[in-house]
Protein backbone atom coordinates (compact mmCIF):
# COMPACT_ATOMS: atom_id res chain seq x y z
CA UNK A 1 0.00 0.00 0.00
CA UNK A 2 1.39 3.33 -0.50
CA UNK A 3 2.07 4.81 2.71
CA UNK A 4 1.71 8.73 3.95
CA UNK A 5 3.81 10.79 6.78
CA UNK A 6 1.83 13.07 9.11
CA UNK A 7 3.06 14.93 12.14
CA UNK A 8 1.73 12.94 15.24
CA UNK A 9 0.24 16.67 16.87
CA UNK A 10 -0.38 20.16 16.07
CA UNK A 11 -1.77 22.82 17.86
CA UNK A 12 -3.57 26.26 16.24
CA UNK A 13 -5.13 29.39 18.08
CA UNK A 14 -8.47 30.02 17.15
CA UNK A 15 -9.86 32.08 14.57
CA UNK A 16 -6.31 30.96 12.87
CA UNK A 17 -5.26 28.89 9.59
CA UNK A 18 -3.92 25.87 10.17
CA UNK A 19 -1.85 24.24 7.59
CA UNK A 20 -1.74 20.24 7.99
CA UNK A 21 0.97 18.67 5.72
CA UNK A 22 1.78 15.00 4.60
CA UNK A 23 4.10 13.17 2.78
CA UNK A 24 3.29 10.58 0.10
CA UNK A 25 6.98 10.13 -1.82
CA UNK A 26 5.47 6.93 -2.84
CA UNK A 27 2.27 7.93 -4.88
CA UNK A 28 1.73 6.59 -7.98
CA UNK A 29 0.17 8.30 -11.08
CA UNK A 30 -3.50 7.25 -10.29
CA UNK A 31 -3.73 8.10 -6.51
CA UNK A 32 -5.43 10.39 -5.35
CA UNK A 33 -5.04 12.00 -2.38
CA UNK A 34 -8.17 12.09 0.39
CA UNK A 35 -8.16 13.82 3.73
CA UNK A 36 -10.72 13.10 6.19
CA UNK A 37 -10.72 13.54 10.08
CA UNK A 38 -12.33 11.57 13.25
CA UNK A 39 -14.22 14.41 16.05
CA UNK A 40 -14.20 12.82 19.40
CA UNK A 41 -16.59 9.97 20.16
CA UNK A 42 -17.32 9.40 15.90
CA UNK A 43 -16.32 7.68 13.04
CA UNK A 44 -14.20 9.86 9.87
CA UNK A 45 -15.60 11.81 8.35
CA UNK A 46 -14.50 12.74 4.86
CA UNK A 47 -12.60 16.12 4.27
CA UNK A 48 -12.04 16.53 0.93
CA UNK A 49 -9.97 14.82 -1.84
CA UNK A 50 -7.85 15.64 -5.37
CA UNK A 51 -5.39 14.37 -7.99
CA UNK A 52 -3.25 17.23 -8.99
CA UNK A 53 -4.67 20.52 -8.95
CA UNK A 54 -5.26 22.62 -5.72
CA UNK A 55 -9.15 22.21 -4.62
CA UNK A 56 -11.35 24.03 -2.64
CA UNK A 57 -14.82 23.04 -0.75
CA UNK A 58 -16.97 24.64 2.25
CA UNK A 59 -14.66 22.33 4.77
CA UNK A 60 -11.07 22.91 3.82
CA UNK A 61 -8.74 23.60 1.17
CA UNK A 62 -6.01 21.14 -0.19
CA UNK A 63 -2.62 22.04 -1.77
CA UNK A 64 -1.00 19.83 -3.94
CA UNK A 65 2.72 19.70 -4.73
CA UNK A 66 3.79 20.46 -8.50
CA UNK A 67 5.58 16.82 -8.05
CA UNK A 68 2.67 15.29 -5.82
CA UNK A 69 4.86 13.84 -3.34
CA UNK A 70 3.08 15.82 -0.82
CA UNK A 71 0.13 17.79 0.26
CA UNK A 72 -0.97 20.53 2.75
CA UNK A 73 -4.89 20.78 3.77
CA UNK A 74 -5.60 24.14 4.81
CA UNK A 75 -8.17 25.21 7.43
CA UNK A 76 -8.88 28.51 6.91
CA UNK A 77 -10.00 29.86 10.42
CA UNK A 78 -9.75 27.20 13.03
CA UNK A 79 -12.46 26.85 15.57
CA UNK A 80 -13.12 24.24 18.57
CA UNK A 81 -14.71 22.68 16.41
CA UNK A 82 -12.08 21.42 14.06
CA UNK A 83 -10.15 19.45 17.13
CA UNK A 84 -10.00 16.27 15.47
CA UNK A 85 -7.64 13.66 14.40
CA UNK A 86 -7.06 14.26 10.00
CA UNK A 87 -5.91 11.54 8.38
CA UNK A 88 -4.27 12.02 4.81
CA UNK A 89 -5.18 8.54 2.81
CA UNK A 90 -3.73 7.77 -1.00
CA UNK A 91 -6.48 5.70 -3.09
CA UNK A 92 -5.98 4.33 -6.22
CA UNK A 93 -8.86 5.63 -8.89
CA UNK A 94 -9.07 3.03 -10.94
CA UNK A 95 -8.61 -0.05 -8.62
CA UNK A 96 -12.24 -0.72 -7.97
CA UNK A 97 -13.95 0.10 -4.63
CA UNK A 98 -10.61 0.11 -2.94
CA UNK A 99 -10.74 0.61 1.23
CA UNK A 100 -8.96 3.44 3.00
CA UNK A 101 -6.34 2.73 4.43
CA UNK A 102 -5.73 4.55 7.31
CA UNK A 103 -2.34 5.95 9.15
CA UNK A 104 -2.30 7.28 12.64
CA UNK A 105 -3.43 10.63 11.07
CA UNK A 106 -2.39 14.45 12.68
CA UNK A 107 -4.10 15.42 16.24
CA UNK A 108 -4.87 18.52 15.81
CA UNK A 109 -5.77 20.70 19.44
CA UNK A 110 -7.28 23.98 18.85
CA UNK A 111 -6.84 26.48 21.74
CA UNK A 112 -9.07 29.37 22.86
CA UNK B 1 -30.23 11.76 3.06
CA UNK B 2 -30.18 9.53 6.19
CA UNK B 3 -26.52 9.09 7.05
CA UNK B 4 -24.71 5.34 8.35
CA UNK B 5 -26.59 4.13 11.31
CA UNK B 6 -24.63 1.17 13.54
CA UNK B 7 -26.29 -0.80 16.57
CA UNK B 8 -25.89 -1.03 19.41
CA UNK B 9 -23.74 1.80 20.67
CA UNK B 10 -21.81 0.07 23.19
CA UNK B 11 -21.24 -3.89 23.91
CA UNK B 12 -19.97 -6.10 26.72
CA UNK B 13 -18.78 -9.63 26.16
CA UNK B 14 -17.65 -12.40 27.59
CA UNK B 15 -13.91 -13.89 25.86
CA UNK B 16 -15.05 -16.75 23.78
CA UNK B 17 -18.63 -15.77 23.04
CA UNK B 18 -19.92 -14.18 19.51
CA UNK B 19 -20.84 -11.23 18.79
CA UNK B 20 -23.05 -9.73 16.24
CA UNK B 21 -22.95 -5.88 15.14
CA UNK B 22 -25.13 -4.08 12.82
CA UNK B 23 -25.05 -1.36 10.22
CA UNK B 24 -27.59 0.56 8.00
CA UNK B 25 -25.92 1.98 4.93
CA UNK B 26 -26.51 5.62 3.64
CA UNK B 27 -29.73 5.72 1.33
CA UNK B 28 -28.19 5.11 -2.03
CA UNK B 29 -25.26 3.50 -1.31
CA UNK B 30 -24.24 0.17 -2.47
CA UNK B 31 -20.89 -1.01 -1.01
CA UNK B 32 -20.11 -1.59 2.72
CA UNK B 33 -17.09 -1.51 4.61
CA UNK B 34 -16.34 -2.83 8.20
CA UNK B 35 -13.34 -1.19 10.40
CA UNK B 36 -11.42 -1.57 13.38
CA UNK B 37 -10.16 0.93 15.52
CA UNK B 38 -8.10 0.35 18.66
CA UNK B 39 -7.37 2.83 21.03
CA UNK B 40 -4.92 5.39 20.06
CA UNK B 41 -4.68 4.00 16.39
CA UNK B 42 -6.56 4.77 13.02
CA UNK B 43 -8.97 2.33 11.57
CA UNK B 44 -7.95 -1.31 10.42
CA UNK B 45 -9.68 -2.64 7.42
CA UNK B 46 -11.56 -5.61 8.33
CA UNK B 47 -14.15 -6.69 4.70
CA UNK B 48 -15.90 -5.31 2.46
CA UNK B 49 -19.31 -6.14 0.41
CA UNK B 50 -20.82 -5.19 -2.94
CA UNK B 51 -23.75 -7.17 -3.72
CA UNK B 52 -24.22 -9.03 -0.95
CA UNK B 53 -20.27 -10.65 -1.70
CA UNK B 54 -17.33 -10.15 0.23
CA UNK B 55 -15.03 -8.06 -2.03
CA UNK B 56 -11.92 -7.30 -0.02
CA UNK B 57 -10.72 -8.44 2.91
CA UNK B 58 -7.93 -6.80 5.49
CA UNK B 59 -5.98 -8.87 7.89
CA UNK B 60 -8.04 -10.45 9.66
CA UNK B 61 -8.69 -13.87 10.82
CA UNK B 62 -11.57 -15.98 9.65
CA UNK B 63 -13.51 -15.56 13.17
CA UNK B 64 -14.47 -12.46 11.88
CA UNK B 65 -17.34 -12.89 9.49
CA UNK B 66 -19.97 -10.46 7.62
CA UNK B 67 -23.43 -10.43 5.48
CA UNK B 68 -24.65 -7.57 3.34
CA UNK B 69 -28.77 -7.65 2.98
CA UNK B 70 -30.54 -6.71 -0.57
CA UNK B 71 -31.59 -3.34 1.25
CA UNK B 72 -27.69 -3.02 1.69
CA UNK B 73 -27.78 -2.95 5.07
CA UNK B 74 -24.67 -5.26 6.43
CA UNK B 75 -23.87 -7.66 9.29
CA UNK B 76 -19.97 -8.08 11.35
CA UNK B 77 -20.26 -11.71 13.07
CA UNK B 78 -16.80 -12.00 15.70
CA UNK B 79 -16.77 -15.65 17.00
CA UNK B 80 -14.54 -17.17 19.84
CA UNK B 81 -14.05 -13.29 21.24
CA UNK B 82 -10.22 -12.36 22.65
CA UNK B 83 -9.42 -9.80 24.73
CA UNK B 84 -7.85 -7.76 21.96
CA UNK B 85 -11.11 -7.38 20.09
CA UNK B 86 -11.74 -4.69 21.98
CA UNK B 87 -12.12 -1.72 20.37
CA UNK B 88 -14.34 0.61 18.10
CA UNK B 89 -15.64 -1.26 15.24
CA UNK B 90 -17.39 1.33 12.18
CA UNK B 91 -19.30 0.64 9.13
CA UNK B 92 -18.74 2.86 6.43
CA UNK B 93 -21.19 2.89 3.31
CA UNK B 94 -20.18 4.08 -0.59
CA UNK B 95 -20.68 4.11 -4.68
CA UNK B 96 -19.04 1.78 -6.18
CA UNK B 97 -16.60 4.27 -8.07
CA UNK B 98 -18.08 7.31 -5.78
CA UNK B 99 -15.06 9.26 -4.05
CA UNK B 100 -15.94 9.55 -0.60
CA UNK B 101 -16.99 6.84 2.40
CA UNK B 102 -19.71 7.40 4.81
CA UNK B 103 -18.74 6.60 8.42
CA UNK B 104 -20.99 5.75 11.11
CA UNK B 105 -20.39 6.99 14.55
CA UNK B 106 -19.35 2.99 15.70
CA UNK B 107 -20.13 0.33 18.03
CA UNK B 108 -17.78 0.11 21.25
CA UNK B 109 -17.21 -3.60 21.93
CA UNK B 110 -15.22 -4.50 24.86
CA UNK B 111 -14.60 -7.96 25.86
CA UNK B 112 -13.51 -8.92 29.63
Known amino acids: DAKTTQPNSMESNEEEPVHLPCNHS???????IHWYRQLPSQGPEYVIH???SNVNNRMASLAIAEDRKSSTLILHRATLRDAAVYYC?????????????FGKGTRLSVIA | ETGVTQSPTHLIKTRGQQVTLRCSSQ?????VSWYQQALGQGPQFIFQ???????GRGNFPPRFSGLQFPNYSSELNVNALELDDSALYLC???????????FGSGTRLTVV
Open chain 2, 92 to 102: ASSLVGGAGYT
Open chain 1, 26 to 32: TISGTDY
Open chain 1, 50 to 52: GLT
Open chain 1, 89 to 101: ILRDHYSGNTPLV
Open chain 2, 27 to 31: SGHNT
Open chain 2, 49 to 55: YYREEEN
